[in-house]
């Protein structure tokens, strides 16, 4: 079944602290990878994606995610977290056909001073 | 990438009523999709939208209770029918179709709550 799994319901990391959310997917297509981002009573706003290429990608806001083929991961990263980071965070999945995205769970992040 | 406006961008609602949610594309797209993100949940697929055709289901989501339109390649709308507390979500529209490097776009999501 396809299917993305985001491990952590919730994490907490402390303002300036490195931060690294968890993103495992199980597809049958070659996968196209995205990383939203959804502040409380907004929208989805998209941090970065990953069709092909270079298995880095940099995104918006200081965000960057690796594609890990051999893990089925696609974990997204910042050096240092701002108070403005918190929010909610979801790993989905797509493909060249354009079908529909899967969601992981997603992942809330606050941040601490 | 496409630009999707979607309209209402919130309402209250009273219950037994139905709400009919647009989005529209700033440039043809062969697919659209529609979400529901019930509070503090992730995103559920309600369905998909091709033009010129009926809208395909996910489980659990009928077109008697989300019927949906898709009268050309760049609008789409989404009604949700006899509505009960229960429906109070964030409902989103996305973009897809062939080459999706350029869709998945979304409409900045309506706000709905059934009283």
């Known amino acids: 079944a396809q299917s993305v799994t985001q491990p952590d319901i919730h994490i907490t990391v402390s303002e300036g602290a490195s931060l690294e959310l968890r993103c495992n997917y199980s597809?049958?297509?070659?996968?196209?990878l995205f990383w939203y981002v959804q502040s409380p009573g907004q929208g989805l706003q998209l941090l970065l994606k990953?069709?092909?290429?270079?298995?880095l990608v940099q995104g918006i806001k200081g965000f960057e995610a690796e594609f890990k083929r051999s893990q089925s991961s696609f974990n997204l990263r910042k050096p240092s977290v701002h108070w403005s980071d918190a929010a909610e965070y979801f790993c989905?999945?797509?493909?060249?056909?354009?079908?529909?995205?899967?969601f992981g769970k997603g992942t809330t992040l606050s941040v601490s001073s | 990438s496409a630009v999707i406006s979607q309209k209402p961008s919130r309402d209250i609602c009273q219950r037994g009523t139905s709400l009919t949610i647009q989005c529209q594309v700033d440039?043809?797209?062969?697919?659209m999709f529609w979400y529901r993100q019930q509070p503090g949940q992730s995103l559920t697929l309600i369905a998909t939208?091709?033009?010129?055709?009926?809208?395909?289901?996910e489980s659990g989501f009928v077109i008697d209770k989300f019927p949906i339109s898709r009268p050309n390649l760049t609008f789409s709308t989404l009604t949700v029918s006899n509505m009960s507390p229960e429906d109070s979500s964030i409902y989103l529209c996305?973009?897809?179709?062939?080459?999706?490097?350029?869709?998945?776009?979304f409409g900045s999501g309506t706000r709905l709550t059934v009283v």
């Open positions: 597809y049958g297509a070659t996968p196209y």
């Open positions: 989905a999945v797509g493909n060249q056909a354009g079908t529909a995205l899967i």
């Open positions: 939208a091709n033009q010129g055709s009926e809208a395909t289901y």
């Open positions: 990953y069709f092909s290429g270079d298995t």
């Open positions: 440039s043809q797209v062969t697919m």
């Open positions: 996305s973009s897809g179709g062939a080459g999706g490097s350029y869709g998945y776009t």
